[in-house]
C-alpha cells in the first residue's frame, strides 16, 4: 500500500471552505436581523419602553453606588476559574509531560495558593465587615 504524504505547505485554496463557511454565516446572521426588523411588530407603548430586569420592576437610580468587595469578588472568580483551566490540559497530558510537567504544576499551584493567601489575609472576601 502506497501512502500519499500532503505537501509541505498549505495552499490559499485549501482555506476556501472556511471563508465560504464563514460568509455564509456573516450572510445568515445579516439575514436573519434585516428580515426580523422588516417583518417584526411595531408596538411602542409606556410599558413595553420600560426598563425591565427579572420580572422586577424598576424602582430608583441605575447609577447607585455598589461596593467594591462585589467587583473583587467577581475579578477573583474569574481570575481563579481561568487558573483552573489551564490545569485541564496538564491533566490530560501528565503522563506525556513528566516528571518536569508535574514540578512545573507544583509551581504554578504554588503561586496560585500563594495569590489565594494573599487575598484571604488582605480580608477581601470577608463581607460582614465594614
Avoid at 420592576?57 to 469578588?73: D, Q
Avoid at 514540578?103 to 465594614?130: D, H, S, T
Amino acid at each position: 500500500m502506497l501512502l500519499v504524504l500532503p505537501a509541505a505547505g498549505y495552499q490559499p485554496s485549501d482555506y476556501l471552505p472556511i471563508v465560504i463557511q464563514f460568509g455564509l454565516a456573516v450572510a445568515f446572521v445579516t439575514f436573519a436581523m434585516v428580515a426580523s426588523h422588516l417583518i417584526g411588530p411595531r408596538r411602542k407603548s409606556k410599558v413595553k419602553d420600560e426598563a425591565f430586569e427579572c420580572g422586577i420592576e424598576s424602582v430608583g437610580n441605575a447609577r447607585t453606588p455598589i461596593s467594591v468587595k462585589y467587583f473583587l469578588t467577581a475579578i477573583l472568580f474569574v481570575l481563579f476559574d481561568v487558573e483552573v483551566i489551564f490545569m485541564y490540559p496538564w491533566a490530560v497530558n501528565f503522563r506525556a509531560l513528566g516528571t518536569a510537567g508535574f514540578v512545573e504544576m507544583i509551581v504554578f499551584m504554588a503561586l496560585l495558593l500563594a495569590g489565594f493567601g494573599y487575598v484571604i489575609k488582605k480580608g477581601i472576601l470577608r463581607w460582614n465587615e465594614a
